[in-house]
């Protein structure tokens, strides 16, 4: 991997929350953060374009994640985004070709002791690197097709679609 490109929407990964998850805002990106406290080997940049819950991301701002990743020279891509709707964000962009593109996100903010964004942005990261070109979600530990996927809300987590 030459260089990674990572491409920010908001979702939980980087909420700020005021008073007992209520009250939020979407602060800035926390991946740069958490790389460089990682102490990551190889070059990345961050393109925040959004800063959104996925719930709330429209037909226009999934036009604009797919003409940011196509107008980026690397190859490698990685995108955060709200969980509720990386699946639906995931389908529009599968039609890109020669990018490896892979999504994560996080359940609870990267700012919570014991979030699940670390370990998604290892996850992300590694199957970046690995995975031949295509469109992919990393969650839970998986790597997911975004056709054979849905969140299960209920248990809040991803699951293959039946």
Known sequence: MDQLCIVTTGGTIDKIYFDDKSDYQIGDPQIG??????GVTFRFSVIPILRKDSLHITDDDRALIKQTILAQSARHILVTHGTDSMVATGRVLADIADKTIVMTGALN??????????FNI????????CLPAGVYIAMNGRIWDPAKVRKNVDANRFEAVA
Do not use: K, Y
């Open 33 to 38: 953060r958490i790389l460089e406290e990682l």
């Open 109 to 118: 903010p990267a700012r919570f002791r014991g979030s699940d964004a670390e």
């Open 122 to 129: 290892g996850t992300a990261v590694g199957a970046v690197q």
